[in-house]
């Protein structure tokens, strides 16, 4: 596909759901710039919640449509409290679906002696948080409420 023009390599993105164009993103530069057209996020956006919803949730300011898409899959799938929830290895405090604090991973760090950084946000962004008590104790709640959640559907069906 390098040697495709850009509007050919978005008409075959186009065909993708959100899933895999998110996974698209990861595969070069390239398709990261293409995957996050504004065109194509709006498209899927409309087409999961339809127009009406569209233009209600059009982004504002610096937002993207594949921000606002993450905001309102995120409120579909864990609501519009605050919560802690559990993508991967990774726990994030969320409120509203927007993410408000990563609080850790579950991932081993790389190096022995990795920066700490504590969970009121005093530390810088890029450093991972220490692994104390209060870590453990997040851990253990995300992990009962991602439990929690796939107990309550499976009641559902």
Known sequence: MEGLP??????????????????????CRRWKVL????NLWSNLFE?????DHAVFY??????SWKDVYEVQDRCDRVGLGLKIIREGGD?????????????????PRKGANAPERDLT?????????????????????????????????????
Request: a negative charge; glycine letters at 10%; aromatic letters at 6%.
């Open 47 to 51: 087409e999961r919640w339809g127009r």
């Open 6 to 27: 850009a509007d050919v390599c978005l008409k075959i993105f186009c065909l993708l759901d959100h899933q895999n164009l998110a996974t698209a993103q990861q595969v």
């Open 121 to 157: 946000g005093e530390g810088s962004l890029g450093e991972e948080p220490s692994s104390g008590i209060l870590d453990k104790i997040l851990f253990f709640i995300g992990d009962l409420e991602a439990a929690s959640a796939s107990g309550k559907r499976s009641r559902e069906a």
């Open 35 to 38: 995957g996050a057209d504004n």
């Open 91 to 107: 726990y994030y405090l969320v409120h509203q679906g927007e993410i408000q604090r990563h609080l850790g991973s579950r991932r």
């Open 58 to 63: 059009a982004p504002i300011d610096a937002k």
